[in-house]
């Protein structure tokens, strides 16, 4: 199943716009984007292939850790995980009144 996973990483100052581009670009193979510019910190959603959720997490996290590294951005702690699965998103759709 695809998930979409979303991955927030936290530190000590802001992120400027060069680097989110940066990661933006690096995540971009991932059919990813990127986020974090005047924050205290940078995130990426990620599109992965996987069984559960946790999997999905899993594997995300090695493709984000993979992608930050070949950017100029310190490798903060991830502190946030989130998914959503295919199935999820389309059961929101069965719920909306005709």
Avoid: C, H, K
């Amino acid at each position: 199943m695809r998930f979409s996973v979303s991955l927030r990483a936290e530190g000590d100052r802001e992120v400027t716009l060069e680097e989110v581009v940066e990661l933006a670009d690096a995540v971009a193979t991932l059919n990813g984007i990127a986020s974090g510019f005047g924050t205290m910190g940078y995130g990426a959603q990620i599109v992965v292939e996987a069984d559960t959720s946790d999997a999905a997490v899993d594997l995300a996290l090695e493709q984000f850790t993979a992608a930050v590294a070949t950017t100029s951005l310190p490798p903060w702690p991830v502190t946030q995980a989130e998914t959503i699965g295919e199935d999820e998103d389309y059961a929101d759709l069965e719920d909306e009144p005709q």
